[in-house]
């Protein structure tokens, strides 16, 4: 009677079948992804409001790009709750159905990236016609951390596009949290006002995890060096007997006019073709290669000669000079003045034009020498206008929003913990130009032949 009476009881603890298994990894591999992406753009909501502008533009929407900032703290919020809610098995009637819409737009939105020029490319070749269109070339989802082509994008989200299908058709498997408010509100809550605390913060200052080549403790140098591609003009013959086409440099002509023997051969066996400019080397072209310091009046470019300055540089970089304050402009102004009294080396960067520089400077009163660079590299130096990086040796030792310029007596005191850094930051990333040239092993060579040479004289 009592086993009969059991037997026809529903069981409290349901099976754990794999289905159980497949919907809670789906849940929480979903809700890692979510919160790692979130973060990393939410270091940096500055950069993340740029990604957005060029969305804007690329979709002829450029009226909008006045809310990029606030389009951005949106999507980062939204993204950030939906990742913690998966995390944290929330809501997840509710948190399928957002996850499901946010999976939609971005695998729709991706899928243009990844195909627009085809598909625009079919259009054109089918109906005759021209059109040409803008297409973001980086998706933005991991920010400056990870950087992924249109196409890695697209299918990256239709994989994990199957994952939401998993969440979104077991949605109603899910086991609702016990105590309601404190188990499902509350950590809604702390996140949501965590999430504006970081955006806000590393808005008004610089980001606290820096993705960028400027960012601080990185060789620089490196990022910034360039070379042009070697040419030379290659003189085609064929060989009159079998036909050989042989291709001789201009040195090597020389080489063979200094031979008799090779030069008759060449004379006698031998028809010129053509002549024609082939690369020897392909060169080097620099990560930063459009981050340039101009002089205005010579049009010359400085960079590498403050970048790798071997005492303390401060770049000071003031992107629009209209927008400068009061408070802003005092901040500058008391850096200036100090590195010109302790004989500190500066150089002041903006991207606000020649003509219109020269009549804010004489209105400001500020009787500097300033170089022009364009904007966009100056925003992926610093995100704050203005702001002061401190260089030495090719490295960024330091940087500050104008916030946080600290008083010159505190730089005075840091340049030896400065000095310490600096040497952990050679073991950390030596200072290697892409080309392979290691410029601590020079230098130590150098010093070597200089005491070689020494020891001689004194022979």
């Not at 950069?47 to 502008?53: E, M, T």
């Not at 509710?94 to 490319?121: E, K, R, Y």
């Not at 060096?225 to 085609?236: C, H, I, L, R």
């Amino acid at each position: 009677m009592i086993n009969n009476y059991y037997a026809g009881t529903p069981s409290r603890k349901k099976k754990r079948n794999a289905m159980f298994y497949i919907r809670h990894i789906a849940r929480i591999l979903m809700g890692l992804l979510f919160i790692f992406s979130s973060y990393v753009k939410m270091v940096d909501p500055f950069g993340f409001s740029l990604k957005i502008s060029e969305y804007f533009i690329s979709f002829g929407l450029d009226f909008f790009t006045p809310m990029s900032m606030f389009c951005a703290f949106c999507a980062l919020l939204a993204e950030a709750l939906i990742g913690w809610a998966l995390l944290l098995n929330i809501q997840m009637k509710i948190t399928s159905w957002l996850l499901l819409i946010f999976m939609l737009f971005f695998t729709l939105l991706t899928f243009w990236l990844a195909f627009a020029t085809n598909i625009v490319n079919a259009i054109n070749h089918i109906f005759k016609t021209n059109y040409e269109i803008f297409v973001v070339t980086d998706c933005g989802c991991f920010g400056d951390f990870i950087k992924l082509t249109n196409h890695q994008t697209f299918f990256k989200n239709v994989i994990f596009l199957l994952f939401t299908l998993i969440i979104f058709y077991q949605r109603k498997n899910y086991e609702d949290q016990k105590w309601y408010y404190l188990s499902q509100w509350g950590p809604i809550i702390v996140v949501g006002l965590c999430s504006i605390f970081i955006m806000t913060y590393c808005l008004l200052h610089e980001p606290w995890h820096d993705f960028r080549p400027w960012k601080v403790g990185n060789f620089i140098a490196a990022e910034t060096y360039s070379v042009a591609p070697e040419m030379d003009f290659v003189f085609q013959y064929k060989n009159d007997s079998t036909g050989q086409i042989k291709e001789l440099t201009i040195d090597q002509l020389s080489e063979i006019a200094d031979d008799s023997l090779a030069n008759a051969d060449l004379e006698n066996n031998y028809s010129f073709i053509s002549r024609r400019e082939k690369m020897i080397s392909p060169g080097i072209n620099a990560r930063l290669a459009d981050f340039s310091i101009t002089n205005n009046e010579e049009g010359r470019d400085i960079k590498n000669e403050v970048i790798n300055a071997t005492d303390y540089h401060f770049l000071i970089f003031i992107r629009n000079l209209e927008n400068l304050n009061e408070r802003k402009l005092s901040k500058v102004k008391a850096l200036i003045n100090k590195c010109e009294e302790e004989n500190i080396d500066f150089t002041i960067l903006t991207s606000t034009s020649p003509d219109i520089a020269d009549n804010i400077k004489e209105e400001l009163e500020l009787d500097y020498d300033m170089y022009f660079c364009d904007a966009t590299p100056m925003k992926t130096a610093l995100r704050n206008d203005p702001g002061v990086a401190l260089l030495k040796d090719g490295y960024v030792i330091d940087k500050w929003a104008f916030r946080d310029i600290p008083k010159f007596e505190s730089f005075k005191e840091a340049f030896e913990k400065y000095d310490a850094k600096l040497q952990k930051y050679i073991k950390k990333n030596p200072p290697i130009l892409p080309n392979g040239v290691n410029l601590v092993t020079e230098e130590e060579e150098a010093e070597t032949e200089e005491t070689g040479e020494e020891t001689e004289t004194l022979e």
